[in-house]
């Protein structure tokens, strides 16, 4: 089975955001984030009260909003700030190979990708994962790097289902 595509910017946007989300370590240290915001928000009116004519009950109501806001928006935060230094990276070095028309062939020993600058073969064996979003198909071959496959890509629901289903029984087998 071939596929034809060829990526976009906001493919890799999207990868990278995906995979922020799943990378256990990643979470980890945004939900140590999320966290650590509102106890420091909580801890500061305390704090201040000792400096300041105003009581306290006044500071507790602003750093509680503000705690509440921090931990509702931290998320989306991140993915902003995510967003635009992928941005900046993409920017700063000749990409174009990254965006070229893609070929990915379903072969009996794996997956084979052919593009402008070469091809490369990937083993069954040393595919990592697949993960199925409402966009693409990512084909993990290490934990920081995937085939990135857009569902724009194929022709019909039932060419994307075949795709699957043939990468499925490769990589469970």
């Known amino acids: 089975m071939k596929l034809e595509y060829e990526l976009t910017e906001e493919?890799?946007?999207n990868f990278n955001i995906y995979h922020s989300r799943k990378s256990p370590s990643i979470k980890k240290k945004i939900f140590i984030q999320r966290i650590m915001g509102p106890i420091i928000f909580m801890i500061t009116p305390?704090?201040?009260?000792?400096?300041?004519?105003i009581p306290l009950w006044y500071w507790l109501t602003?750093?509680?909003?503000?705690?509440?806001?921090?931990?509702?928006?931290?998320?989306?935060?991140?993915?902003?700030?995510?967003?635009?230094?992928?941005?900046k990276m993409l920017e700063?070095?000749?990409?174009?190979?990254?965006?070229?028309?893609?070929?990915?062939?379903?072969?009996?020993?794996?997956?084979?990708?052919?593009?402008?600058?070469?091809?490369?073969?990937?083993?069954?064996?040393?595919?990592?994962?697949?993960d199925e979003t409402k966009e693409y198909i990512y084909v993990y071959i290490s934990s920081l790097s995937a085939h990135i496959i857009p569902k724009r890509a194929f022709n019909d629901p039932n060419e994307q289902k075949n795709f699957l289903n043939e990468l499925m029984k490769q990589t469970v087998s």
């Open 62 to 87: 602003i750093f509680i909003f503000m705690s509440i806001v921090w931990f509702i928006y931290y998320p989306k935060y991140v993915n902003w700030e995510l967003k635009k230094g992928v941005e």
């Open 46 to 53: 305390f704090v201040v009260t000792n400096f300041s004519d």
């Open 92 to 130: 700063e070095g000749n990409n174009e190979n990254l965006f070229d028309r893609k070929s990915l062939t379903i072969t009996e020993e794996g997956l084979r990708e052919v593009s402008s600058i070469g091809s490369s073969n990937v083993s069954w064996d040393k595919i990592n994962s697949v």
């Open 11 to 13: 493919d890799y946007l």
